[in-house]
């Protein structure tokens, strides 16, 4: 393993002083931070984002896609992503008063 010398860049042909090498560098980008990924100005949201959002595990969000019946989402290849809008819709639909409130 070669020694890296003081002037070699950790990411080839990118300046480590734009924001986007600088969020490459620390493992992440920024939608990720903004926790919003944008389709034509509409925000969307990962498995991972959403599963977070309501406190569950991504593995829950795929069985519930199996069983029909969640969150409208979109599927281009093999990602996954969730409009914003539809996530607000389908927890204003669960919106309860009691605990024995079933519609």
């Known amino acids: 393993m070669s020694k890296?010398?003081?002037?070699?860049?950790?990411?080839?042909?990118?300046?480590?002083?734009?924001?986007?090498?600088?969020?490459?560098?620390?493992?992440?980008?920024?939608?990720?931070?903004?926790?919003?990924?944008?389709?034509?100005?509409?925000?969307?949201l990962n498995e991972k984002q959403l599963a977070e959002r309501w406190g569950v595990s991504v593995r829950t969000l795929q069985a519930a896609r199996v069983k029909g019946g969640g969150v409208p989402f979109v599927r281009i290849g093999r990602a996954v992503r969730y409009r914003l809008e539809d996530v607000l819709a389908y927890e204003q639909a669960r919106l309860r008063t009691n605990t024995s409130d079933t519609t």
């Open 4 to 44: 890296r010398i003081s002037g070699d860049r950790p990411y080839p042909g990118r300046s480590l002083t734009s924001s986007t090498a600088l969020s490459t560098a620390r493992g992440h980008d920024d939608s990720i931070i903004t926790g919003l990924v944008r389709d034509n100005g509409l925000p969307r």
